[in-house]
Nanobody
């Protein structure tokens, strides 16, 4: 059984930073993908970033490339999303997700497990 628990969301001003955490429990192969999606009110859930459970092959949406960094802490079984230079358009609920589909996978249906989400609000 896979469980994903997000934390680290909050309110930040434009240009600020936040670090989201996704604590994962279960058994994963090295190629298992852990990703982050986000969903703003009235919009579809969109891909943000993903990484292999081995820590290899980080992949980013164009909208966050150069500002966000996805990484994995092996000792803590946790995947992080470091978000810098935040913009109001980054405001959304951020979800951690995991799956075994082809990589990189940028659509929600490619993933099997989802966390409960954490709110990120960037004020202008």
């Amino acid at each position: 059984q896979v469980q994903l628990v997000e934390s680290g969301g909050g309110l930040v001003q434009t240009g600020g930073s936040l670090r989201l955490s996704c604590a994962a429990s279960g058994r994963f192969s090295a190629t298992y993908a852990v990703g982050w999606f986000r969903q703003a009110p009235g919009k579809e859930r969109e891909f943000v970033a993903s990484i292999r459970w081995s820590g290899a092959s980080p992949y980013y949406a164009d909208s966050v490339k150069g500002r966000f960094t996805i990484s994995r802490d092996y000792a803590k079984n946790t995947v992080y999303l470091q978000m810098n230079s935040l913009k109001p358009e980054d405001t959304a609920v951020y979800y951690c997700t995991g799956g075994n589909s082809d990589y990189p996978a940028v659509t929600p249906h490619n993933y099997d497990y989802w966390g409960q989400g954490t709110q990120v609000t960037v004020s202008s």
